[in-house]
């Protein structure tokens, strides 16, 4: 049930990025910045956002690379915001800024 919707989601949403961002295989990877046959629009935050910032070409190498090892790491500079469960500042990379609400994991949990 979940998947279904899920999957209806990223593939209407990477219909919207070609209408809106043109063909992947046009532009150079993000990362490697070189050319492949099979370029590929990943997404950084994994929430599939209709925000451009959100989505990169990547070449199908780097982009299998990035699944493994998550696409935050072609975000580099971080940025500080205050945990709502803790008051502690913590770091978070900009594509996170508006989601990040807490700085660990354990302050996410709902209390019990
Ligand atoms: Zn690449
Ligand atoms: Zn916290």
New binding site residues.
């Given amino acids: 049930m979940q998947k279904k919707s899920e999957l209806a989601k990223y593939s209407s949403t990477h219909k919207w990025v070609y209408k809106k961002l043109g063909k992947a295989n046009s532009r150079k990877?993000f990362?490697?910045k070189?050319k492949?046959k099979r370029m590929e629009w990943a997404n950084l935050s994994s929430n599939y956002k209709r925000e451009i910032f959100d989505w990169v070409v990547?070449?199908n190498?780097?982009h299998q690379k990035f699944d493994n090892s998550g696409f935050y790491i072609l975000k580099k500079e971080k940025l500080e915001k205050l945990c709502i469960r803790c008051k502690n500042l913590f770091k978070v990379f900009p594509y996170r800024e508006k989601t990040a609400k807490f700085c660990s994991k354990l302050c996410s949990y709902p209390v019990r």
Wanted: glycine share 0%; net charge positive.
């Fill in positions: 990877c990362s490697c070189k492949h990547l070449c190498p780097c």
